[in-house]
């Protein structure tokens, strides 16, 4: 067994092994989170405002990450333990209900796969390391944020706010970058957004983007430091351009339909945690 650990603490493979089943079964929970927490918030929120004009809101079954169990969507069969082995299940049942046979979406493995890539991917970047646990982290929360923001337009509080105070613990001991950088890092994010939210608001009338959004560059900037924040804007944007103008070339945006921007901010948040410090070498080569 002694033998066992060994290997398995230096062979640089069994990492990828499983740190890749891990995000698996993580990607697995994700998909949980990712539909019930904005339930449960819209809940409690339905709840506040009840409470506070005197009106009574008949009380619900209890609902929360762990209640009610997993079930089919279509014919309300409570899943059991092989129904719900991550990325596996779906394929076995070929993207179908064992009980019903009728159509799963392919979007619960793809997340699922898609935590597994990312985990990966982390492994390939910093090895077996202290910075690796933060990353899978990071790049999990990312990859939550991203798909409640496409489905509701809400970045929650409930994660973006943790992100960025784990993000300064983090670098108290210069995890990633000094304390200092990651406190300013955190406050420019913040800043830099928000300064740009109510330009946009004063010229046009609208609002351009949510609150979430700033949360989001704030818990960034306390990860990455303050000098990561343009480069993350830049990223940002241009993920944000070529995704709109892709939308629209197939008629699937137009003035009724708000394109989110944390997608594309979580996605330039991770392309930093893996490529940043190379990229920010590449554009100063470049531009000197």
């Not at 009574?56 to 209640?67: D, S």
């Not at 960034?220 to 995704?243: D, E, H, K, N």
Request: net charge positive; proline share 5%; glycine share 8%.
């Amino acid at each position: 067994m002694a033998a066992l650990s060994q290997w398995l603490i230096t062979n640089e493979y069994s990492w990828y092994v499983i740190v890749t089943l891990l995000g698996l079964l993580v990607g697995s929970f994700l998909n949980v989170v990712i539909y019930r927490l904005p339930v449960m918030l819209k809940h409690g929120w339905q709840q506040e405002c009840a409470e506070f004009s005197g009106q009574t809101i008949p009380e619900r079954p209890k609902f929360n990450l762990n209640t009610p169990r997993s079930r089919c969507q279509s014919c309300q069969h409570q899943l059991s333990a092989l129904d719900n082995i991550p990325l596996l299940s779906w394929l076995l049942l070929r993207g179908h209900c064992r009980y019903c046979q009728a159509s799963v979406s392919k979007r619960y493995p793809l997340i699922e796969l898609a935590s597994a890539i990312l985990s990966a991917l982390a492994v390939w970047r910093f090895g077996a390391s202290p910075q690796l646990f933060a990353a899978l982290i990071l790049s999990w929360s990312l990859l939550c944020m991203t798909m409640i923001d496409i489905d509701h337009l809400l970045l929650p509080d409930n994660l973006t706010l943790p992100l960025m105070w784990l993000g300064l613990l983090l670098n108290i001991n210069t995890l990633f970058i000094p304390l200092q950088d990651a406190v300013i890092g955190a406050v420019v994010g913040y800043g830099v957004l928000w300064s740009l939210y109510w330009l946009f608001k004063l010229a046009t009338g609208k609002e351009g983007m949510g609150y979430g959004d700033f949360k989001l560059l704030a818990a960034l900037g306390a990860w990455f430091g303050w000098q990561a924040v343009l480069p993350i804007l830049l990223i940002s944007s241009l993920v944000g351009t070529v995704l709109g103008l892709a939308l629209m070339a197939n008629r699937r945006l137009n003035s009724e339909r708000t394109l989110p921007f944390g997608p594309a901010l979580a996605l330039a948040g991770w392309v930093y945690l893996i490529w940043g410090k190379p990229l920010i070498s590449w554009y100063w080569s470049v531009a000197l």
